[in-house]
């Protein structure tokens, strides 16, 4: 059975608006946010995402699972450019000021030895991409908490998108909280049976083949739940013509108000980037740093 994040209905301005004309706005939020590296304007878009958020009243307690996961993987994404180097030096910058050499280091498996620049441009650029994520993030993270699961499919089906995609992102949303429901399921019945996940041992690859019974079972039964949603929708005759959606959405003139406010953010940020405001803006202090 496929399941939906855990919605709460609440009486907040953010869930009274039309779920496009929101879905509407992040997407001009996106595209915004993503033409600049200035900290100081990531700083606006990130302060415009957690408004957002905090208008839509959610807690620590319904969110913590998500946010404990996407920090990760920002986190793990801006340790490794900033060890790299690899971006900023592309689209960012070009000249670098050397605060600290670090190295050469070892690396454990493959013996590999290297040398760490730790420079001012990094350290900026570390920085803004971590605003610039969590800009990006808080403002997405909004949307399935407070959407009504039963107002998916409609929703992308107003935003113009044909039946069979609206249906497929209905879908989308669901998956994940469905694969983390089944992995829960299937990591209790493993425990049941003796098999302990906290005392893996080994290599990598002996830790993901250990991790077998946990994987094999998850992902079998995703494949024969596809399978059975694709055979239901088939007996129904999905496709065959223009559907019906039991749910209706209507703009109210708040929604066309946001919809406006967005769009011009876009427009406003794009005449910005072609100008060439909003690139990695390097501050005085951090550059006395490195003399």
Do not use: C
């Amino acid at each position: 059975m496929l399941i939906a994040w855990r919605y709460r209905e609440r009486d907040t301005i953010i869930q009274r608006l039309d779920p496009r004309a929101r879905i509407i706005f992040m997407l001009t939020m996106l595209f915004s946010v993503i033409q600049f590296w200035d900290l100081r304007i990531l700083l606006i878009f990130l302060g415009i995402a957690l408004l957002q958020f905090f208008l839509a009243k959610l807690t620590w307690r319904e969110t913590r699972r998500a946010w404990i996961l996407i920090s990760i993987i920002i986190l793990v994404m801006t340790t490794l450019t900033f060890f790299t180097g690899r971006g900023g030096i592309q689209y960012a910058y070009t000249e670098e000021h050397l605060i600290r050499q670090l190295g050469p280091l070892s690396l454990p498996i493959v013996g590999w030895q290297i040398s760490v620049n730790i420079t001012v441009e990094k350290i900026v650029f570390a920085v803004s991409q971590l605003v610039r994520m969590y800009a990006i993030t808080v403002m997405a993270i909004t949307i399935p908490y407070t959407v009504n699961p039963s107002l998916y499919g409609v929703t992308f089906r107003g935003l113009g998108l044909p039946d069979k995609f609206a249906y497929a992102m209905d879908l989308a949303f669901r998956f994940v909280p469905t694969l983390a429901r089944d992995f829960a399921i299937t990591r209790d019945a493993q425990r049941a049976r003796g098999y302990e996940v906290e005392k893996l041992s080994g290599g990598i690859i002996a830790q993901i083949r250990k991790l077998a019974p946990l994987l094999v079972p998850v992902t079998i039964n995703a494949i024969v739940g596809a399978e059975d949603i694709i055979d239901a929708m088939d007996l129904r005759a999905f496709g065959v013509r223009p559907r019906t959606w039991v749910h209706q959405l209507t703009y109210a003139r708040v929604d066309k108000f946001l919809i406006a406010i967005g769009v011009l953010i876009f427009v406003a940020s794009t005449v910005l980037a072609f100008m060439g405001i909003g690139r990695l803006w390097l501050p005085a202090w951090a550059l006395a740093w490195a003399q």
